[in-house]
């Protein structure tokens, strides 16, 4: 089936550090895929939708210039959170879809991003 | 998109059948039922969905009232690698939007 493959699965560093995570689709294009955050105990939080070679598109109080999200290709986006302070830890999960209607959602593994 | 109601949490024994329920009374005519698990420290996983007739497949079954205000989700016999967090989610068939996340039902097996 759809492979969604999210690296790293886990980083710790210091507070202002800048931190990169990929979101890559193996055995499909995908032109549009989503970040989403999940803080412990609560649901998983749309932050952005990525459509390749344009723009994201971020939800209402997720700083676009903090999560700078990239999707060069039809198969790669990355999210990256910049200045990373303590608040931003939590778990950052990506998903792809591929072309056309009501196409499954293929999630990663999730990044549990710890911030000290 | 519409709103599922679920219960917080449910309980199971392992090898007895679970009926996991989702109530979405203002679903319209082109959502989709979606049903999602998460696995500790996992992202979601695709499990089932179906649009007015049930629905078979390998992980699970999905059954749908004739009016489709609500749903359930049945394991036929749980594992306890079944233990997870089952989301309930409503999805417009006419576009591709992304998949919008409640608090799901919390399953706990027991052995």
């Known amino acids: 089936g759809a492979v969604v493959s999210q690296h790293p699965s886990r980083v710790i560093c210091k507070s202002g550090t800048s931190v990169k995570i990929e979101c890559r689709s193996l055995d499909f294009q995908a032109t549009t895929m989503f970040w989403y955050r999940q803080f412990p105990k609560q649901s998983l939080m749309l932050m952005a939708t990525?459509?390749?070679?344009?723009?994201?598109?971020?939800e209402q109080g997720v700083e676009k210039d903090k999560f700078l999200i990239n999707h060069a290709s039809l198969t790669l986006s990355t999210l990256t959170v910049t200045s990373a302070h303590p608040e931003d830890s939590s778990f950052y999960i990506c998903?792809?879809?591929?072309?056309?209607?009501?196409?499954?959602?293929?999630f990663g593994d999730g990044t549990r991003l710890s911030i000290l | 998109d519409a709103k599922t109601t679920q219960p917080n949490s449910m309980e199971s024994n392992e090898e007895e059948p679970v009926h996991l329920p989702c109530n979405h009374s203002?679903?319209?005519?082109?959502?989709?039922i979606h049903w999602y698990r998460q696995l500790p420290s996992q992202g979601p996983e695709y499990v089932i969905h179906g649009l007015t007739s049930n629905v078979n497949n390998r992980m699970a079954s999905l059954a749908i009232a004739e009016d489709r205000k609500s749903s359930t989700l049945i394991l036929h016999r749980a594992t306890l690698r079944d233990a997870a967090v089952y989301y309930c989610?409503?999805?417009?068939?006419?576009?591709?939007?992304?998949?919008?996340f409640g608090k799901g039902t919390r399953l706990s097996v027991i052995a």
């Open positions: 203002t679903i319209s005519g082109t959502d989709y």
């Open positions: 989610i409503l999805r417009d068939v006419r576009g591709n939007t992304p998949l919008v």
């Open positions: 990525s459509n390749e070679g344009s723009k994201a598109t971020y």
């Open positions: 998903s792809a879809t591929g072309m056309g209607r009501n196409v499954a959602q293929h």
